[in-house]
């Protein structure tokens, strides 16, 4: 599986951006894709995820009601809308996807990742 992110840059508080992550490969054993960051200093984390089979999805409780995560089947594309950034929403945001395979070993799961797109928001 390879993830190509896009639609990083500045924006001003109380802005908004979309970022998108298109997945090729051998998406179809994708259970889960999802969107982390980091900011400089700070160790990486959840931003928000969905899964593929009910398409459920989950929010850090800091972006909730700001962010929405979305997806396109048709094209393998997962997407990040951010509304009413903050300067605390600024880090590098990485597109994550979570493959899992059944074999004689049983369940495997195999993390993929994007090479991650910069987000700045100035106040």
Request: one cysteine or more; charged letters at 15%.
């Amino acid at each position: 599986v390879q993830l190509v992110e896009s639609g990083g840059g500045l924006a001003q508080a109380g802005g908004s951006l979309r970022l998108s992550c298109a997945a090729s490969g051998t998406t179809f054993t994708i259970n889960a894709m999802g969107w982390y960051r980091q900011a400089p200093g700070k160790q990486r984390e959840l931003v928000a995820v969905m899964h593929s089979d009910d398409g459920g999805t989950n929010y850090a409780d800091s972006v909730k009601g700001r962010f929405i995560i979305s997806r396109d089947n048709a094209k393998n594309t997962l997407y990040l809308q951010m509304n009413s950034l903050k300067p605390e929403d600024t880090a590098v945001y990485y597109c994550n996807a979570v493959r899992t395979t059944f074999g004689l070993g049983g369940r495997q799961d195999y993390d993929y990742w994007g090479q991650g797109t910069q987000v700045t928001v100035s106040s």
